[in-house]
């Protein structure tokens, strides 16, 4: 199984790998899966205070504001007092309704970009998203089944895994999916890496509501906004992947 690999906001492929390497290790050291990484379109600075929390250079984004929407606030920039509301869908709707920077065209390029990539370097099995990686990943999962639905064209990825996710744009660009307004719904199974710790939380959960709940796996490595490296967790994280990928052959396992 190949897996595409889609860091978060200032990352870069070469961070990722980092980040993912306990996974990785742990998959393909039994020929499970097959890692393909990328970054963002937009190679970015990262916001005041914040060079030494996303490491060196160079920084990469999959969305970002443009024009005169980019005086806006970026919504990065909003979660330095990130809500807390009674749902997690409240909580999403109050951290982007007033004053956030639009980033429909970016989003856009972002995924003819995906697209494109998909074409040339596919094709793959599943995706991996890691926080800005996994909205982008889901809203590709989303227009993806748009297209299905509206020009016949299969989808190419089976499951998904999201570390620390928010959740998906609409496939039309204009605002995010949200379960308390919107019928949309991720259909492939989904596994969401989430950290009980995690200061953005809500989101982690907003994305898993918009997801099939009978094929949605929730994995606690119970830290903060980062991706599990204990070994025994990255095990158990390591036999759900296993799990996915079975059932994504239709039971016939792949190793």
Excluded at 189 to 200: R, V
Aim: proline letters at 8%; aromatic letters at 10%; glycine letters at 10%.
């Amino acid at each position: 199984m190949r897996l595409l690999c889609l860091p978060g906001a200032y990352g870069s492929i070469e961070k990722f790998k980092v980040q993912l390497a306990p996974l990785v290790k742990e998959l393909q050291d039994d020929k499970t899966a097959e890692f393909h990484f990328i970054q963002g379109p937009y190679e970015v600075a990262p916001p005041e205070g914040y060079e030494e929390f996303f490491g060196g250079p160079p920084y990469f984004r999959f969305i970002v504001p443009e024009g005169e929407e980019a005086e806006k606030v970026d919504v990065i920039e909003r979660i330095r007092d990130f809500p807390q509301l009674e749902t997690p869908e409240m909580t999403m709707r109050e951290l982007m309704t007033y004053g956030v920077a639009r980033t429909d065209k970016s989003a856009a390029n972002t995924l003819q970009y995906l697209y494109d990539l998909m074409e040339k370097e596919g094709p793959f099995d599943g995706i991996v998203g890691y926080s800005e990686g996994a909205t982008i990943a889901g809203t590709l999962l989303l227009h993806e089944q748009l297209m299905q639905e509206n020009h016949g064209r299969m989808p190419m990825f089976k499951f998904a895994l999201f570390f620390g996710g928010w959740p998906p744009m609409k496939p039309t660009l204009d605002g995010i999916v949200l379960a308390d307004e919107s019928d949309l719904m991720i259909d492939i199974p989904t596994c969401h890496i989430i950290g009980s710790l995690d200061p953005y939380l809500h989101g982690n959960m907003a994305l898993y509501n918009v997801c099939d709940p009978d094929s949605a796996y929730i994995f606690d490595h119970a830290k903060g906004h980062t991706l599990p490296r204990d070994k025994h967790m990255v095990k158990e994280l390591g036999d759900i992947v296993r799990r996915m990928i079975d059932e994504a052959n239709g039971g016939v396992s792949p190793v």
